[in-house]
């Protein structure tokens, strides 16, 4: 039975390209894989066939960012075909982005998609093996880092006081209506975790006052399908809400100013993001991003609340287990804490 545009829509748009190709679903393939080449496509031929597979008015951004990292790939000296896609030819495309100065976060988006249009073509036969085989790791650090600290210029986590700081700074903002919106967002990412577009995209009836929970609902924002979950929200979070919903003054959790949309976009300093780096440098916490709470509340469940792996997996709705050791760093504070009442006195008999 050949998919319905339904299964399809549900699917990531590179899972969808792989599932045309090699007949995931059993039916007729429009475009099947072709046998492993002696000489690949050239590279621009290799760009213009991926491109053409995804549908831009359903996927535009995913298509822009995919060209993109496809165009400036392509720039490295060594790449004239498809066949140049290699971890060397790869590395040298990192480097050239961090010379740039790029944060290592767009550096590792666009990593991303260079990543899918190997499986790709892995798929057509082009490549006998994806080029990030070799590359466990790319994107990622296993190094420790203390409070504050910036790695490469971005801050991966705060410590609990500077987050606190953060909260105590927006409330005595919160009587105004974008002073309590700004409030109520930051307080519901760092309390639950929520990724930015989870969280920007709420509607009032998804906070359960009573239930203390927040149900992330299906939307087509969401990062995956299997993001949609209820997350368990704390009592700081519940007096926050309590007092906002209300206010809100739309179905939207978090609207725009003409209250008819979610808050979405805007000018620089009135983005979301713009608006939450602004409170950050104002409470003296640089860096504060919607990613850097998500890492926070990672940190913090493991190693200040005491919270189990399973527990964090669930609130965090991560699929792998790799995914989730991402979101974990050491918090030198916390551990510090943890161990302080070690010592080796024999208990008293």
Not at 307 to 313: A, N
Request: charged share 20%; net charge positive.
């Amino acid at each position: 039975m050949a998919p319905t545009t339904t299964d399809m829509a549900a699917l990531p748009p590179i899972e969808q390209i792989l599932a045309r190709l090699v007949g995931m679903y059993g039916g007729t393939d429009p475009s099947p894989p072709i046998a492993p080449m002696q000489v690949g496509p050239s590279w621009d031929d290799f760009q213009a066939e991926l491109l053409s597979l995804y549908d831009a008015s359903r996927a535009r951004s995913t298509w822009v960012k995919m060209r993109q990292a496809l165009r400036e790939f392509g720039q490295e000296p060594s790449v004239s075909t498809v066949r140049d896609l290699t971890p060397a030819s790869i590395a040298g495309y990192r480097q050239r982005c961090g010379a740039e100065g790029r944060s290592p976060a767009t550096t590792a988006g666009l990593l991303s998609y260079l990543r899918s249009a190997s499986a790709y073509a892995v798929a057509r036969g082009y490549l006998a093996r994806s080029p990030f085989a070799a590359w466990r790791d790319w994107g990622t650090t296993s190094e420790p880092i203390g409070d504050d600290e910036e790695e490469g210029g971005r801050v991966r986590h705060h410590p609990l006081g500077s987050i606190a700081r953060v909260l105590d700074h927006l409330s005595g903002h919160a009587d105004t209506w974008k002073g309590g919106r700004l409030y109520a967002l930051v307080g519901t990412v760092a309390y639950t975790g929520l990724r930015r577009t989870e969280a920007l995209t709420l509607k009032r009836r998804d906070v359960d006052l009573g239930g203390r929970v927040v149900h992330v609902r299906r939307r087509r924002r969401l990062k995956r399908p299997s993001a949609a979950a209820p997350v368990p929200m704390p009592e700081a979070l519940a007096s926050i809400l309590a007092d906002w919903v209300d206010r809100a003054g739309s179905d939207w959790l978090f609207p725009r100013v003409d209250r008819l949309g979610p808050w979405l976009n805007g000018s620089t300093a009135s983005r979301p993001i713009g608006a939450l780096k602004a409170a950050g440098e104002e409470a003296g916490v640089p860096g504060l991003t919607f990613a850097s709470l998500r890492h926070s509340w990672a940190t913090h469940a493991e190693s200040a609340w005491g919270l189990s792996e399973l527990v964090v997996q669930r609130v965090l709705r991560h699929t792998r287990p790799a995914t989730q050791r991402h979101y974990r760093h050491a918090d030198l504070s916390n551990l510090a804490a943890a161990v302080r009442s070690i010592d080796f006195t024999p208990p008293a008999a």
